[in-house]
C-alpha cells in the first residue's frame, strides 16, 4: 500500500555460484513517495540507502530506528544505514539527515560509503552563505563518520562557483582522503563571463592530516552546452 515508498533487495552468491536474495530492506519511517532505495551502495557488511523522497522533519541524525516524523517537509530527504550483524540479518543503525535540512532539496539522492566514512548528496539545497533560501537547486553534499559504532555528522560542502539548478550533488563518492561531488547541470566557463548550459562539472576534495578539505574544480576538455559532465562519479 505504499506507493514509491521503496525497498532494497540484498542478494548473496552461494557456494555453488548461484545468486539467491538474502535480505529484503525497508525504511523503519516507511511511507509513500520516499523512494527509498533511489540510490545505494554497499561496503562489507555495511548498507547505505538513500531516499530522497523522504518528509522527515528531523535535522539532526539518529543512530537506530527513528520515531515516525511529521511529514512536513516534503522530498527533504534521508539516508539510511543498515549493518549485517549476523550472516543475513540487516539492521537499520542509523537514520541520517542535512542539519540544515528544508523541504525538497533531495537529500539522498546520491551516497557513497568507504568504510566508517559516506557522503550523501543533496542537489535540492537551495541556501546561500546566510542560510537565506534564494539558490534554488544550487546543491550540497554532508559527509558523515562512524565512531565507536555511532555516525554523525562531520562536514557540508558546497561548490566553490556556486549557482542555482547547477545540481551539485547529484552524484557523489568517496574512497579514504578523497571525495568527488558532480555538478551535472553547472554552466560556468573557464572563460570569464562564459554561459554554458548544463554544460557540467565536479569537484575533487582531498583531506590533508589536520583533516581540512582541499577542493579543486575539474571540467571537460570539450566542454559544451547540455554535456551534463558530472551527472556520475
Same mark, same amino acid.
Given at each position: 500500500?505504499?506507493?514509491?515508498?521503496?525497498?532494497?533487495?540484498?542478494?548473496?552468491?552461494?557456494?555453488?555460484?548461484?545468486?539467491?536474495?538474502?535480505?529484503?530492506?525497508?525504511?523503519?519511517?516507511?511511507?509513500?513517495?520516499?523512494?527509498?532505495?533511489?540510490?545505494?551502495?554497499?561496503?562489507?557488511?555495511?548498507?547505505?540507502?538513500?531516499?530522497?523522497?523522504?518528509?522527515?522533519?528531523?535535522?539532526?541524525?539518529?543512530?537506530?530506528?527513528?520515531?515516525?516524523?511529521?511529514?512536513?517537509?516534503?522530498?527533504?530527504?534521508?539516508?539510511?544505514?543498515?549493518?549485517?550483524?549476523?550472516?543475513?540479518?540487516? +539492521?537499520?543503525?542509523?537514520?541520517?539527515?542535512?542539519?540544515?535540512?528544508?523541504?525538497?532539496?533531495?537529500?539522498?539522492?546520491?551516497?557513497?560509503?568507504?568504510?566508517?566514512?559516506?557522503?550523501?548528496?543533496?542537489?535540492?539545497?537551495?541556501?546561500?552563505?546566510?542560510?537565506?533560501?534564494?539558490?534554488?537547486?544550487?546543491?550540497?553534499?554532508?559527509?558523515?563518520?562512524?565512531?565507536?559504532?555511532?555516525?554523525?555528522?562531520?562536514?557540508?560542502?558546497?561548490? +566553490?562557483?556556486?549557482?542555482?539548478?547547477?545540481?551539485?550533488?547529484?552524484?557523489?563518492?568517496?574512497?579514504?582522503?578523497?571525495?568527488?561531488?558532480?555538478?551535472?547541470?553547472?554552466?560556468?566557463?573557464?572563460?570569464?563571463?562564459?554561459?554554458?548550459?548544463?554544460?557540467?562539472?565536479?569537484?575533487?576534495?582531498?583531506?590533508?592530516?589536520?583533516?581540512?578539505?582541499?577542493?579543486?574544480?575539474?571540467?571537460?576538455?570539450?566542454?559544451?552546452?547540455?554535456?551534463?559532465?558530472?551527472?556520475?562519479?
Amino acid at each position: 500500500t505504499g506507493t514509491d515508498s521503496g525497498a532494497v533487495y540484498v542478494f548473496t552468491r552461494n557456494s555453488g555460484g548461484t545468486w539467491e536474495q538474502s535480505a529484503y530492506l525497508k525504511a523503519s519511517n516507511n511511507s509513500n513517495s520516499d523512494n527509498f532505495g533511489r540510490h545505494v551502495d554497499l561496503d562489507g557488511d555495511t548498507i547505505v540507502v538513500g531516499a530522497p523522497g523522504e518528509d522527515s522533519n528531523q535535522t539532526f541524525v539518529t543512530n537506530g530506528s527513528q520515531a515516525s516524523v511529521d511529514g512536513s517537509m516534503t522530498d527533504s530527504g534521508a539516508a539510511y544505514v543498515f549493518e549485517q550483524t549476523i550472516a543475513n540479518t540487516w +539492521t537499520q543503525v542509523a537514520h541520517l539527515t542535512a542539519s540544515d535540512m528544508d523541504q525538497g532539496q533531495y537529500f539522498g539522492c546520491a551516497v557513497d560509503i568507504n568504510g566508517d566514512e559516506l557522503i550523501v548528496g543533496a542537489y535540492g539545497e537551495y541556501h546561500d552563505t546566510s542560510g537565506l533560501a534564494s539558490m534554488p537547486e544550487a546543491g550540497a553534499a554532508y559527509i558523515f563518520k562512524r565512531e565507536a559504532g555511532v555516525w554523525d555528522a562531520d562536514q557540508k560542502v558546497v561548490a +566553490t562557483i556556486r549557482g542555482g539548478w547547477d545540481r551539485y550533488g547529484y552524484s557523489v563518492a568517496i574512497d579514504s582522503n578523497v571525495a568527488v561531488v558532480g555538478a551535472k547541470a553547472e554552466d560556468h566557463s573557464e572563460f570569464e563571463g562564459a554561459f554554458l548550459h548544463n554544460a557540467g562539472s565536479a569537484y575533487i576534495y582531498t583531506r590533508d592530516i589536520s583533516g581540512l578539505w582541499g577542493v579543486q574544480k575539474i571540467d571537460a576538455s570539450d566542454r559544451d552546452v547540455g554535456d551534463h559532465f558530472g551527472i556520475e562519479v
